[in-house]
């Protein structure tokens, strides 16, 4: 396999304890999703965490050590619970210090605006030893990558940006193709087919979305492979399937 077919494995970290409590709604995790998919990376799973230490050091350990890369969003801004460097830092055992690239760039952006570079500002310039800094055009404080983990703002408008300024530097594979296909029937009754037909096409992941309108129920298939003739022949019998059910 060559490296442009091989797909790669990534994992998202959203770090808040306003994610937990419902008072933010997360947005960063289905553009993500969407973004990656485009590019032909798969994002196998994603953890929710409190700003808690050592809950966000555990779940990065394991996340990192199990996929090719990582995403973190949320906990790099200037307060007291913005922990997020921290925490990494201690993931990797690397000090955590203000980078100088950072500093100065947030020392001519503030000087620019004619206000203080305050101490609470400068903690957005700390990261750990040896991390490279992620562009933010937006409002300029940087995120940063240690390893193969990204660490990025949670306000959706940053995270978007950071995001689009990492993405030329990540290796891409074979696209996920996806086929939508309508069926008038619940999943009770195509439950025992489908599956024949997903044993018969183990190269397609075919999900079954139910649908009810108020009288009565329906459901999508879609049918997803990195091959497009897989996907054909799955989506193909698949409608076969439902033009049989119609007629019986």
């Known amino acids: 396999m060559t490296d442009a077919q091989k797909v790669h494995t990534a994992a998202m970290l959203a770090i808040g304890d306003e994610l937990l409590s419902g008072r933010t709604k997360d947005r960063n995790i289905a553009h993500l999703a969407s973004v990656l998919t485009l590019a032909g990376l798969d994002l196998r799973e994603v953890r929710i965490v ?55 760039l947030l020392a001519a952006y503030y000087e620019s605006r004619s206000l203080p570079f305050t101490d609470a500002r400068r903690r957005m310039t700390r990261t750990p030893r040896g991390a490279s800094l992620i562009d933010n055009p937006v409002s300029k404080a940087p995120g940063f990558r240690i390893g193969n983990v990204f660490v990025m703002a949670g306000v959706p408008g940053i ?36 599956s024949e037909i997903q044993k018969r096409h183990p190269e397609t992941a075919i999900g079954s979305y139910p649908k009810f309108d108020g009288q009565r129920y329906s459901t999508e298939l879609v049918v997803r492979s990195r091959s497009e003739a897989a996907r054909d022949a799955a989506a193909a019998e698949i409608q076969a399937m439902i033009e049989g059910l119609a007629e019986s």
């Open 50 to 104: 409190p700003d808690v230490e050592e809950e966000i050091v555990a779940a990065l350990d394991a996340l990192r050590t199990r996929y090719d890369f990582v995403f973190t969003s949320g906990g790099i801004g200037p307060t007291h619970d913005d922990i997020t460097a921290d925490a990494i830092g201690r993931a990797f055992g690397l000090p955590v210090e203000p980078h100088p690239e950072a500093m100065q």
């Open 159 to 194: 995270f978007t940006a950071m995001l689009d300024n990492i993405l030329p530097t990540l290796p891409t594979g074979p696209v996920m193709l996806s086929t939508a296909i309508a069926c008038p029937f619940g999943e009770g009754d195509i439950g025992g087919p489908l």
